[in-house]
DNA sequence: CTAGGGATTGTCT
DNA sequence: GACAATCCCTAGG
């Protein structure tokens, strides 16, 4: 499916967020389908644009639909599709479906490909030199759902404050998640 | 200027 | 389940 971009890029990041579950995404031709993600907003405290715009930050303040790439615990690199207002949506997980081989090669053949945001980072290929980058362009490619998937949330992974909020979304069932997300309350 | 601590992962026990 | 690896932003003096 072609991109609503003028859609897209006027949601939030709370909104964004379980809208990116099912559209499929391309790193030079590498990735696959979006299966977890997490959404940070301006006025949220685990976000990294809580205290206002920073050099490291900076692509938070930026236009939507643009990447927001930081460096994790000194080593890893993480992806996030900058949200309207300031927020961004943090890409944990995809469901790997092209270029297997080079994402093995990245990943030194380990079992786990994309399963995580630093392992997705990194077997897509991202690094710092993404950050601020329009999504609209090389080596971007992005394709929508043709239909709107059975969303899983729960409370975000790895965060110390804001910890309670369940703005941590996936497609239900997916075995290629970072974490069992918990079963439909009853 | 220094100390503390991550939106994580891989390895070892 | 515990912990090291490793960079750099943030808070505080």
Redesign the pocket.
Known sequence: MPLNLLELKALNALELAPRLIGMKLLVGGVGGSIVET?A?LAEDP????F?GP????AA?FGPSWHA?V???????W?L?IVAEGAG???L?AIEPTEGLAEMRAR??S?V?LC????????ALGITGAHNGLSLECQPFSIVDRSHAPEISSST??????ATEQPWRFGFAGSRFV?RAFPKPGR
Do not use: D, F, T
Request: proline share 4%; glycine share 12%.
């Open positions: 997490e940070y685990a976000s990294h644009s205290r920073r050099p490291r930050n938070m927001y930081y460096r994790s615990y000194g080593l890893h993480c996030n961004a949506v943090l944990r990943r030194g380990r786990s399963n995580g945001p630093g392992r997705l980072a990194q975000r992974i790895g965060i110390s404050k970072s």
